[in-house]
C-alpha cells in the first residue's frame, strides 16, 4: 500500500475512535476490562480528543508527494504506533487490561507495519525511476 492509501485508511480510524471516546468512552472501554470511572473517562476523552487531532492531521498529509515529509510522516507514526503495541502487550500479559488487550495490541502492530510498507514502497518507487 502506498503513503497515500495508509494515511487515509488511518485517518479514518483514528477520527473514528477520536469521536467514540470522545463522546461515549465505555463503549471503547469496556471490551478491555477498563471500568469507566469519572477520572478513567477523563483521560479516555483527552485520548479521544487526541486520536481526532491525529486524523485531522492525517488527512492533511494524506496528499503530500515530498519525498522527506512523507518519510517523516511514516517513520514518526511507525514508532508511535510500534511503541504501542509494544505496551499494551505488556500490559495485557500481566493483566492489567482484558484479554482483548491482545486484539487492540495487533491493531497497533498492523498499524506499525502498514506506515513501514508505505516508507518501503516509496523508496522502491524512487529507486525504479
Known amino acids: 500500500m502506498d503513503f497515500r492509501g495508509v494515511a487515509r485508511i488511518q485517518m479514518g480510524s483514528a477520527l473514528g475512535g477520536g469521536v467514540v471516546l470522545l463522546v461515549w ?29 491525529l ?7 494524506s496528499e503530500v508527494t515530498d519525498r522527506p515529509t512523507q518519510i517523516r510522516v511514516c517513520v514518526g507514526n511507525a514508532v508511535c504506533d510500534g511503541a504501542i503495541a509494544t505496551f499494551l502487550a505488556v500490559d495485557t500479559a500481566r493483566g492489567a487490561i482484558g484479554v482483548a488487550g ?20 516509496g523508496s522502491v518507487g524512487k529507486s525504479e525511476q
Open 25 to 53: 468512552p465505555a463503549l471503547l472501554l469496556a471490551p478491555f476490562g477498563i471500568t469507566p470511572t469519572p477520572h478513567v473517562a477523563i483521560v479516555a476523552r483527552m485520548l479521544g480528543g487526541v486520536l481526532f487531532a
Open 55 to 61: 486524523g485531522a492531521t492525517l488527512a492533511g498529509v
Open 102 to 121: 491482545w486484539a487492540l495490541m495487533a491493531v497497533f502492530a498492523g498499524n506499525c507495519l502498514s506506515w513501514l510498507v508505505a516508507l518501503r514502497a
